[in-house]
């Protein structure tokens, strides 16, 4: 079956720094992929959809300039924490959807935790 | 505001019982639904998914849906031990490719 990876599955950062996650779908061509985060006990919090060649469109409540999102290919789609802060600790997961079936594929996820 | 709610439980049951997942939505033009299993730490898997009204079967689950009532449920037979997880219930509004996800149930199959 279709096999989203995502990468790093754990990343540790300062305070301050950038962390980019990436995600890839690599049985098929992802024209539209979603990131989510995820809070211990909580349910994914659609943070934005990711289209390729275009912005991304974000969630309500979401910065996008803290959150920068870009699909530069149909396989590919990458988030880039900026300045992380303590608060941007989550569990970060992306999706890729696959419009030939209309399933959603998950990535293995990232933690991330900010010191 | 579209949401989607599930009872946190946890819920448990005995091992070789009958676990049953209820899940409510709120936008009455909702058209895929569709169940995730998710171990902690770990990311959602699909278990299934259902578009019309009635039951669908895969195995030892079934999935129901009501969508004059706004809901939808799903039935695990014969539970096992390693069903114990944290069961999402997600939503696609019509029109639109985007997943509204409930908080999800604790599942416990008690050994």
């Known amino acids: 079956g279709a096999v989203v990876s995502q990468h790093p599955s754990r990343v540790i950062c300062k305070s301050g720094t950038s962390v980019k996650i990436e995600c890839r779908s690599l049985?098929?061509?992802?024209?539209?992929m979603f990131w989510y985060r995820q809070f211990p006990k909580k349910s994914l919090m659609l943070m934005a959809t990711?289209?390729?060649?275009?912005?991304?469109?974000?969630e309500q409540g979401v910065e996008k300039d803290k959150f920068l999102i870009n699909h530069a290919s149909l396989t590919l789609s990458t988030l880039t924490v900026t300045s992380a802060h303590p608060e941007d600790s989550s569990f970060y997961i992306c999706s890729a959807l696959d419009r030939g079936t209309g399933e959603l594929f998950f990535g293995e996820g990232s933690r991330l935790t900010v010191l | 505001q579209k949401e989607v709610e599930q009872n946190s439980g946890p819920l448990s049951v005995p091992e070789g019982a009958i676990a049953s997942l209820n899940c409510t939505y709120s936008?009455?033009?909702?058209?895929?639904f569709f169940w995730y299993r998710q171990y902690s730490g770990k990311s959602p898997e699909l278990i299934m998914f259902?578009?019309?009204?009635g039951d669908k079967e895969d195995g030892r689950f079934t999935a129901q849906l009501n969508k004059a009532s706004q809901y939808v449920s799903l039935l695990i037979r014969d539970s096992q031990p390693s069903d114990s997880a944290t069961y999402l219930c997600?939503?696609?509004?019509?029109?639109?490719?985007?997943?509204?996800f409930g908080t999800g149930t604790r599942l416990k199959v008690l050994a």
């Open positions: 936008d009455r033009g909702s058209q895929s």
């Open positions: 259902i578009y019309s009204n």
């Open positions: 997600a939503v696609s509004p019509s029109g639109t490719y985007k997943y509204i």
């Open positions: 990711s289209n390729e060649g275009s912005k991304a469109t974000y």
């Open positions: 049985d098929f061509q992802a024209t539209t």
